[in-house]
Every structure is written in structure tokens, then in C-alpha cells.
């Protein structure tokens, strides 16, 4: 061998030395209808680095414990917005918690976001989630004859929107939501934050019709700013401002 | 089993599935399966930018850009198909622009433009700005914009299904697209498609690798179908290596960080791309930077307890740059390694990035079943193909503009081929390949474990299939991989149910892995030359003799069943650019 590569096996601890391996014992909400009709928690005690992430323990009990446990995840760091779920009882991507991060002394609890339908284990049903986000119209519509190059638009009018098109999908801040929880019809904090991706951006034209949809009697108003989804957001948008900046437009009507 | 009828069917929804599908729902009754829920897909992951020649910010043009390609893909590159990547760049980023895409302005109020490796005005004189960005998650931007427009359009997806076969038929003694098999996730049900025309879009293959800036599920599963059917995958031993990757864990730092002004550093804070490349330092291509980087390791100048990575600095950047232009992978930075950019460098190393061979088309997509001859209704776009723009090694920022510029163009292709094309008969008992796979499975009581097979495979190429590569690491490779597709055969699976069964779907996905490392590690092994992202060091110079062509490999079965890889080349198209040296 002449390379120098096999130095980078194992996710292995950011910092070098001893590998501070810990127990830790992470308590899973299982649920399976092929087994069982009721939910039930399970443990499993790992050794693992606390400098890991959430996800890295999932995937440690999977590939090593028990292959029926079944959650969602692709990209493994906060980007493709697959794997948000409870854990120790707040909304979070599993790919970006370090375990250390969460009090690994006690047992760390990992169930399926709220809200939404459980099918197996930590995989919900996210139809209802898309279908609220596709409602609101999230795309650009304009009106008259499309310019050669592209359609200019300052600095400051891209700055406008800017924050909320970071979102990812991920359902963290919706399945946090008290109003979501009690009635499936609110359109959820997810959909209003695309929704003001695009009323806020200087291009588009249909405005009216996205602040039409949400003055509904499930729309923005039910909204009652208790900050969960902010807390959730995992890509750190200021959700509740910009819902707050919705339900602002739907008053004054300027936008 | 289901049997669904639809004129088009697109297998991925990338970029490059959902550009497809724009152009193919307008014109042609068209579904798209993906194993994932589009927003999820990797592009959604890619950072940098996007490159055309806009000359919005300094002057450029397409031949420059054309040029640039060439020579980044270390004259491996079909100018021919170069040439038509440079050129509809410009109309592919306008189409995303008036598609709603937001990118940075410049104070004009036009499309904001910056650096990125290999991009040079007038051939290579100095770096110049092509790149087109959104902050640092313009993949993200362009994933959204495109599933945005998909839903504006109605464009039908079928969401968490799997294809796991392709069907082709033979008509007259000519292979014809007849459709594919799917698994649904959710129910464990077998979906036979029916399609006049099939576009696979189905992205990378890097999980076979560790260090990889792949997410899990960039398992080849559409190279691996159409190569269980028969058909080449070419230049499969031509893998890039990005060169900054957060250490030990892979995350990519987009090379626009370096764009922005950062600087690779030793473990003496030496900034040693000026030894390896004088003009473009920092920026100059992959594959160069990898093996500098590696350089630097192995002569003992790298940084850590252990000398295994070296420095990527930011910390003369004013902290305000760094939020506005690179907020995301300095978020990176703090989340996984704990780590201040704005006053610490971030250790890094090379992580395994981005496939250049993939199943061979011709620049309308069509899938090519020899060096000539295409499959009627098959195309194929984005990272699983291999058209070849990229040649040799892929300059930064035009992956997301080949998904683009020939996601649209095989979108518009297969729906007007299935506009005049008559259905082909299904094969008889279609689904049966799928259906033994998944039952052997699911029933194995075999003694080996997935977890197990697939640590060894990505060890091995990790080790051995690496940026620095010789005979005797590559014949490891080759070694060990045969026999873990051994292994493999008898490997079980834990969970029996139907119901989102991701334990059965990661076997079947290792099972592709373990197929296409091989073809890669033997046609690695096969060309003795070092070009681009292939580096032999014990051919350390390019061959244009005997090695400026393309590898194909083809899958052999003989009378017993016994399988084979049979390698052959495709010469490389040439027009404008005659092969020069590669400085930087
Ligand atoms: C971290 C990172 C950063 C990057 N940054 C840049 C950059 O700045 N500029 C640039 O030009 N390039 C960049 N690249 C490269 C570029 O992003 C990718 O090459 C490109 O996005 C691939 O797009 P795609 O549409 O081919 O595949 P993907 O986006 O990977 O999509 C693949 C699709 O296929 C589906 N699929 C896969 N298998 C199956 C199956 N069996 N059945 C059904 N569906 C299936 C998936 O669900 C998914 O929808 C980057 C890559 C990475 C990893
Ligand atoms: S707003 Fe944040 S929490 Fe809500 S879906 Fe988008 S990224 Fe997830
Ligand atoms: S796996 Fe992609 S966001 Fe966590």
C-alpha cells in the first residue's frame, strides 16, 4: 500500500485521540401494524461517540441490533429534509443533533413527528403536508410577454424573501404546531412560510390570490404565535415573523 | 402486481428527472417514480453554483467556457456535446430564473456571478466569475424551483417507488424500451410500467465509498438495472474527489468557498497550491487540488495529531461575506466539528463526490447500446449518464448545469419519440426478475449481514480505488469485491414485512453498489495512463496513444451463467481543441 488513506475509516471523532465511546440507551417509539396494532417504546443501549449524530445512532441500531426499524434519511446533514422526528420531545433532523448535545446521561426518546399519520416506526404519512405546501400556489407566477434575459430585481428585493426560501420541507415546524395538532385542516407554518417566499418576491404577480387562500377559515389566522415552529426550524427561519408579516399584508394589503 | 400504462416514464426527480419532466408532461402523458420524495434529492445538496457564460460581472463567453471544459476533463471530453453544454448554459439559467429561481443579484439587478475551479477567461489566462449562485445552496434552488414548476404543471409522480429492473423487448432482432419494474416502499407492492419512452434519471453512485459527499441513497440503481440488461456503462473508472470535505465525515464545502477568497493550508500554514499551481492556485481543477492535497499528507505536512487532513481557512474573510455567501457550510462547520470559521480554519480532506462515467448517451440522451447504436425509447440524463461533457474530471458548477441542459433535452426527446412511437410489448412474465429478487431476500435465511459487506466494500475503496491508484491496489480491489459479491449471495435480511421495508431496499441497493465498484475498479485497473480523476502512479502521465477513448464495459454471461466484464473504448469526439498539457 502506498497511500496514505487508510487513516480515515469510521465517522470517528472530530478531534483526534482515544475515541470517547459512551453508552448511551435511546428509547424508540415502535410501531408496526404488520406486528402489532399498538405503539410501544422500546431501548437499546449502544456504545457510541457523543460527538455522532442522532442519526448515526439510528442507523447503528438498524444495521447492527435490529433491521425492522424503519425511519426516513438521505443526505445526513440538514439538507434534504427527510428526517425530522422527536427527540427527547422536540422536533429535530436526527442528521443534525449531536448525541452530546441532548443529554446523553438519561435515555434519549425518539418518536415520530405529531400530527401526522404514523405508518411504521418513525415514517409518517406526509400527503397532508404536501397537499397544505401545493395549495398555497408555490411557484412564480407572472403575467405579459417574458423579457429576453432575466428579470431584474435589487439586492434588497431578493433580501426581502430571502429567509424563507431556506426551507426545506421538512414538516419539523408544522408536526410542532398545537393548532396542526388539534385540527389536521390548518394549513401548518410550512405552507404559509412558501407562501411568503413568494408574495414577498418582487416578481411575482399573484399575490392577492396566495393572501386569498390563506384569509381562509384555516388559514393564517389560526395561527396563535406560540413560537414552537420558530423553535423547530431546523434551517433556522424565522417562521412566526413571517407568518406574522402574512397576516400583516392581509390588512394592509401591501406587500 | 399493478400494470400502469403512461407514454413517458422518468425514473428520478432530481434536477435532472424534473427538467425532464417539465418538458415531457407538456407534450406526452408522462409519470416520474422516485424512490424519494423529489425535494429530497441530492442535487437539493449542491452548493456552489451554476456555470454559464452571462458575462453579467466581467467579460466571457461560451468558447472560454467550452474550452475550460476540454481542458478540465483532461481532453476526455466530447467536444462536440462540450460545445452544447456551454452554449444553452446561458438559456438553462435564464429558464430557472423565469422559473422563479433567486439567485444573487449584482447591484445591476442581474444575476450575480462568482469564481469557481477551472473556469478561466481567454483559456486559462486568469480565474473568472461564471458561476451563478444562490448563496451557497443553489442545488437547493434549483431542486425547489423545479418541483415548484413540476406542481404548477400537474406533473404526476409516483413517490417512494423503487425501480429496480428495466424492461426491454426485442422487436425484429432490435432492443426496444418496453418500460420498468418499481417496488413501493410503502406497500411492498410490484408496479410494472409500461412506457414507449424511459428517461433515467436516477443520479450517482458514490456510496460505494465512505468518505463520500453523497447522501445514502446514491446507490446506482439505474446504472446497475441497465447494466443487469445488457447494456455498457462507460468511463465508470473516472471519480471525482472533491477536495475540501469536512474530515473524517465527508460533508462538502463548496468549492465556491474558495471561490470567495479561502485558502488551503498545511500543517505550517503554508499556502501550497502555489507550488502545485501557479496561475489558478486554489482554484484550480479537482482532481489537481486532490492530489496536492494528498501530497502534502504523505510527505508529512498535514495538519493534526495524526497528519491526515490539511486547513481550509476563512478567517480572513470578513464574517460578513461568509453570512451572505457561504451561511450554510459555515453552519456545517459549527454543527458537525464544532468549529468558529470566522476565526478557526476547518480541517478537511478529499471526499468521494461525483461519478463522470455512467450509462452512455449521445447529446439528444438517447442510451447507447455500443459505441453507435441507440435504444430506441431509452434515454438517459444528469449523473448517471455519461454523455460525456465531463470526460475526465467535472469542473465544478457544471453538473448542475448538465442536469439542466440535458435534463431538458431528453425530456423534449423521449416525449416527441412517444408522440409517434407505438407501445412495445411487454416481455412475457415481467416483473419476474424483481419478484425473485425481492422473495430471495426476504426469505434468505443466509448468515451475512448487509452492514458488514458494505463496510468492507467502502473500506476497499476507500484504500484501494482512491485519487491515488496502482496495479497492485486496484487488483485488491477487484479481489475483494468478487469476493463479497460471493458473500452477498448469501446475505439475509432482517425485517420480512412488506411495509416500508428499508431493510430489504438497503440490500438491494448494496447489491447494486457491489456490481458497478467492480466495473469501476476493472476498468481502473485496465487503463494504464493517469487522466484527470484517474490518477496511476505507476503510469503517472496521460497516454494519448493508446488511452484517449472512452472506456465501455459490458456485462458477459456465459453458457453456465458465470458472469464476466468485457472492456472495449469508444473514441473520444474531437473538434475544435487539440490535447495540450493541463497546467493550472
Ligand atoms: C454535496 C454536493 C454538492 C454539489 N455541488 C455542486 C455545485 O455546486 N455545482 C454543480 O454543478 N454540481 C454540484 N454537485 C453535483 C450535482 O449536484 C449532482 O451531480 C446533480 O445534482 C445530480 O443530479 P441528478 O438529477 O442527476 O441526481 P439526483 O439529484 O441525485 O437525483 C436522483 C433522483 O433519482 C431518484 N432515484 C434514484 N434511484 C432510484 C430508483 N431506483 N428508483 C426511482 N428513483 C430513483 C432519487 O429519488 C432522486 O430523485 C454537488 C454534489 C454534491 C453531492
Ligand atoms: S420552515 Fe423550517 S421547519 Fe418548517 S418545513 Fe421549512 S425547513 Fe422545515
Ligand atoms: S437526512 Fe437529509 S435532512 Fe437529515
Same mark, same amino acid.
Given at each position: 500500500m502506498t497511500t496514505t488513506l487508510d487513516k480515515t475509516e469510521g465517522l470517528g471523532p472530530a478531534v483526534a485521540g482515544a475515541a470517547p465511546y459512551i453508552t448511551a440507551t435511546f428509547r424508540i417509539r415502535r410501531f408496526n401494524p404488520e406486528v402489532a396494532e399498538e405503539a410501544a417504546w422500546e431501548d437499546f443501549e449502544i456504545e457510541i461517540d457523543p460527538k455522532e449524530r442522532v442519526l448515526d445512532a439510528l442507523h447503528k441500531i438498524k444495521w447492527e441490533m435490529d433491521g425492522t426499524l424503519t425511519f426516513r434519511r438521505? $443526505?445526513?446533514?440538514?439538507? $434534504?429534509?427527510? &428526517?425530522?422526528?422527536?427527540?427527547?420531545?422536540?422536533?429535530? =433532523?436526527? $442528521? #443534525?443533533?449531536?448525541? #452530546?448535545?441532548?443529554?446523553? %446521561?438519561?435515555?434519549?426518546? +425518539? %418518536?415520530?413527528? #405529531?400530527? =401526522?399519520?404514523?405508518? #411504521?416506526? =418513525?415514517? +409518517? &404519512?406526509?400527503?397532508p403536508f404536501f397537499q397544505a405546501y401545493r395549495d398555497v400556489m408555490p411557484f412564480l407566477v407572472t403575467t405579459g410577454n417574458e423579457p429576453t434575459r432575466e428579470r431584474l430585481q435589487s439586492a434588497e428585493d431578493r433580501e426581502r424573501f430571502d429567509d424563507t426560501t431556506k426551507c426545506i420541507l421538512c414538516a419539523a415546524c408544522t408536526s410542532s404546531c398545537p393548532v396542526f395538532w388539534n385540527d389536521g385542516q390548518y394549513f401548518g407554518p410550512a405552507a404559509i412560510v412558501n407562501a411568503h417566499r413568494f408574495i414577498f418576491d418582487s416578481r411575482d404577480e399573484a399575490g392577492e390570490q396566495r393572501l386569498e387562500i390563506l384569509n381562509d377559515r384555516d388559514g393564517v389566522w389560526r395561527c396563535r404565535t406560540t413560537f414552537n415552529c420558530t423553535d423547530a426550524c431546523p434551517r433556522g427561519i424565522e417562521v412566526t415573523k413571517a407568518i406574522q408579516e402574512v397576516k400583516r399584508a392581509l390588512i394592509t394589503r401591501r406587500f | 402486481m399493478k400494470i400502469h400504462k403512461y407514454d413517458t416514464v422518468i425514473v428520478g426527480a432530481g434536477g435532472a428527472g424534473m427538467r425532464a419532466a417539465i418538458e415531457s408532461t407538456k407534450r406526452s402523458r408522462t409519470a416520474v417514480l422516485t424512490k424519494l420524495y423529489p425535494t429530497r434529492s441530492h442535487t437539493g445538496a449542491a452548493q456552489g453554483g451554476m456555470a454559464a457564460a452571462l458575462a453579467n460581472v466581467e467579460e466571457d463567453n461560451w468558447e472560454w467556457h467550452t474550452f475550460d471544459t476540454v481542458k478540465g476533463g483532461d481532453y476526455l471530453v466530447d467536444q462536440d456535446a462540450a460545445e452544447i453544454l456551454a452554449k444553452e448554459a446561458i438559456d438553462a439559467v435564464l429558464d430557472l430564473e423565469k422559473m422563479g429561481l433567486p439567485f444573487n443579484r449584482t447591484p445591476g439587478g442581474t444575476i450575480d456571478q462568482r469564481r469557481f475551479g477551472g473556469h478561466s477567461r481567454n483559456h486559462g489566462e486568469a480565474p473568472v466569475r461564471r458561476s451563478c449562485y444562490a448563496a451557497d445552496r443553489t442545488g437547493h434552488m434549483i431542486l425547489q424551483t423545479l418541483y415548484q414548476n413540476c406542481v404548477k404543471e400537474g406533473v404526476e409522480f409516483y413517490n417512494e417507488f423503487y425501480v429496480l429492473d428495466l424492461l426491454l423487448s426485442e422487436v425484429d432482432g432490435v432492443k426496444r424500451t418496453a418500460g420498468v419494474v418499481a417496488y413501493d416502499l410503502a406497500t411492498g407492492e410490484i408496479h410494472v410500467f409500461q412506457a414507449k419512452a424511459v428517461i433515467f434519471a436516477s443520479g450517482g453512485n458514490g456510496k460505494f465509498y465512505k468518505v463520500s459527499s453523497n447522501a445514502h441513497t446514491l446507490t446506482g440503481d439505474g446504472q446497475a438495472a441497465a447494466w443487469r440488461r445488457g447494456l455498457p456503462l462507460e468511463d465508470m473508472e473516472f471519480f471525482q474527489f472533491h477536495p475540501t470535505g469536512i474530515w473524517r465525515m465527508g460533508i462538502l464545502l463548496t468549492e465556491g468557498a474558495r471561490g470567495e477568497g479561502g485558502i488551503l493550508r498545511n500543517k505550517d500554514g503554508e499556502r501550497f497550491m502555489e507550488k502545485y499551481a501557479p496561475v489558478m492556485k486554489d482554484l484550480a481543477s479537482r482532481d489537481v487540488v486532490s492530489r496536492s492535497i494528498y501530497t502534502e499528507i504523505r510527505e508529512g505536512r498535514g495538519c493534526g495529531p495524526e497528519g491526515d487532513h490539511v486547513f481550509l481557512d476563512l478567517t480572513h474573510l470578513p464574517p460578513e461575506q461568509l453570512d451572505a455567501k457561504l451561511p450554510d457550510i459555515t453552519e456545517f462547520a459549527r454543527t458537525y466539528l464544532g468549529i468558529e470559521p470566522y476565526t478557526d480554519p476547518i480541517p478537511i480532506q478529499p471526499t468521494a463526490h461525483y461519478a463522470m462515467g455512467g450509462i452512455p448517451t449521445n447529446v439528444q440522451g438517447e442510451v447507447l447500446l455500443d459505441n453507435t447504436t441507440v435504444v430506441p425509447g431509452l434515454y438517459a440524463a444528469g449523473e448517471v449518464a455519461c454523455v460525456s461533457v465531463h470526460g475526465a474530471n467535472r469542473l465544478g458548477t457544471n453538473s448542475l448545469l448538465d442536469i439542466n441542459v440535458f435534463g431538458k433535452r431528453a425530456g423534449i426527446a423521449a416525449a416527441e419519440y412517444a408522440a409517434t412511437a407505438d407501445y412495445v410489448e411487454l416481455p412475457e412474465d415481467p416483473a419476474s426478475l424483481v419478484v425473485e429478487q425481492v422473495e430471495r431476500l426476504r426469505s434468505s435465511t443466509g448468515t451475512e449481514r448487509v452492514t458488514e459487506i458494505r463496510k468492507a466494500l467502502q473500506d476497499t475503496m476507500d484504500k484501494n480505488v482512491m485519487v491515488f491508484r496502482t496495479e497492485q491496489t486496484l487488483k485488491e480491489a477487484v479481489d475483494e469485491i468478487a469476493a463479497l459479491r460471493k458473500r452477498y449471495k448469501n446475505v439475509s435480511v432482517q425485517d420480512k414485512g412488506k411495509r416500508f421495508n428499508t431493510d430489504l431496499l438497503e440490500a438491494i441497493e448494496l447489491g447494486n453498489l457491489l456490481e458497478l465498484a467492480e466495473v469501476t475498479a476493472v476498468s481502473a485497473l485496465a487503463r494504464k495512463e493517469s487522466r484527470g480523476g484517474h490518477y496511476r502512479e505507476d503510469y503517472p502521465d496521460r497516454d494519448d496513444v493508446n488511452f484517449m477513448r472512452h472506456t465501455m464495459a459490458y456485462r458477459e454471461v456465459d453458457a453456465d451463467g458465470n458472469e464476466s466484464i468485457r472492456l472495449d473504448y469508444k473514441p473520444v469526439v474531437q473538434t475544435r481543441y487539440q490535447p495540450m498539457e493541463r497546467k493550472y
Open positions: 438521505s $443526505c445526513a446533514h440538514g439538507i $434534504c429534509g427527510s &428526517d425530522a422526528m422527536r427527540i427527547n420531545g422536540r422536533n429535530r =433532523l436526527a $442528521c #443534525k443533533t449531536l448525541i #452530546k448535545d441532548i443529554n446523553p %446521561e438519561k435515555p434519549i426518546t +425518539v %418518536e415520530a413527528i #405529531k400530527g =401526522l399519520t404514523v405508518l #411504521k416506526d =418513525l415514517v +409518517v &404519512d406526509m400527503e | -
